[in-house]
């Protein structure tokens, strides 16, 4: 059974910092890509960043674009999203999730692994 737990959200003031944690249990990590995506009351999902399965690659929204920073540690299992620069459009439950691929900032497939999410919210 795959189990993936984010962590690591919180209250911060504008400009401040964040690092969201993702530890997954059930998933050989190395076969997946990884993202994190967001999601605002009452929206659809807004990828935010995406990374291949060996890491080498990344894909991040125009708006987070400089600002954050995906890494996966699959010997951990563990997927990691380091935030800078945040803003009050930042405010939003982060997921994070595995699948086949990325495409741009969105992880796809036929699996949709997510986590329950953490609440980030950012005061101006």
């Known amino acids: 059974q795959v189990h993936m737990v984010e962590s690591g959200g919180g209250l911060v003031q504008a400009g401040g910092s964040l690092k969201l944690s993702c530890t997954t249990s059930?998933?050989?990590?190395?076969?997946?890509?990884m993202g994190w995506f967001r999601q605002y009351p009452g929206q659809l999902r807004e990828g935010v960043a995406c990374?291949?399965?060996?890491?080498?690659?990344?894909n991040y929204h125009d708006s987070v674009k400089g600002r954050f920073n995906i890494s996966r540690d699959n010997a951990k299992n563990v997927l990691y999203l380091h935030m800078e620069s945040l803003k009050p459009e930042d405010t939003a439950t982060y997921h994070c999730?595995?699948?086949?691929?990325?495409?741009?900032?969105?992880?796809?497939?036929?699996?949709?692994?997510r986590g329950q999410g953490t609440q980030v919210t950012v005061s101006s």
């Open positions: 999730a595995a699948d086949n691929a990325c495409s741009g900032a969105h992880v796809v497939g036929r699996f949709d692994y």
């Open positions: 059930g998933l050989t990590l190395d076969r997946y890509a």
């Open positions: 990374i291949s399965p060996s890491g080498r690659e990344t």
